[in-house]
């Protein structure tokens, strides 16, 4: 059974941070291009980050610079730091795996970031 469980979200100041893990089971996680993506209400999901196994990353332009993404391939897990966050930053953000140049993609629940004084 093919598990992506995301935690580290909840309630942040404006140019707080927040560090969120999505921990992957059930797969071979090397396989895998993982990506964080982010929904805010009424808009439509989008991407945030993806980082290949081998550590190739693509950022939305946008949010270069202050969100970070990483894995670790020992643990089956991927990050993003989260930096001077903003009010617009809040949103659901759900991990993602994708198998290399297929079609194959699970998703996790999603966890909830509120960027609010």
């Known amino acids: 059974q093919v598990q992506l469980v995301e935690s580290g979200g909840g309630l942040v100041q404006p140019g707080g941070s927040l560090r969120l893990s999505c921990a992957v089971s059930g797969i071979s996680f090397s396989n895998y291009v993982m990506g964080w993506y982010r929904q805010a209400p009424g808009k439509q999901r989008e991407l945030v980050a993806t980082i290949t196994s081998g550590g190739s990353i693509n950022y939305t332009d946008s949010l270069k610079g202050r969100f970070t993404i990483s894995r670790d391939n020992v643990k089956n897990t991927v990050y993003l730091q989260m930096n001077s966050l903003k009010p617009e930053d809040t949103a659901v953000y759900y991990c993602?795996?994708?198998?290399?140049?297929?079609?194959?993609?699970?998703w996790g629940q999603g966890t909830q970031v509120t960027v609010s004084s």
């Open positions: 993602n795996a994708n198998l290399w140049r297929t079609t194959i993609t699970y």
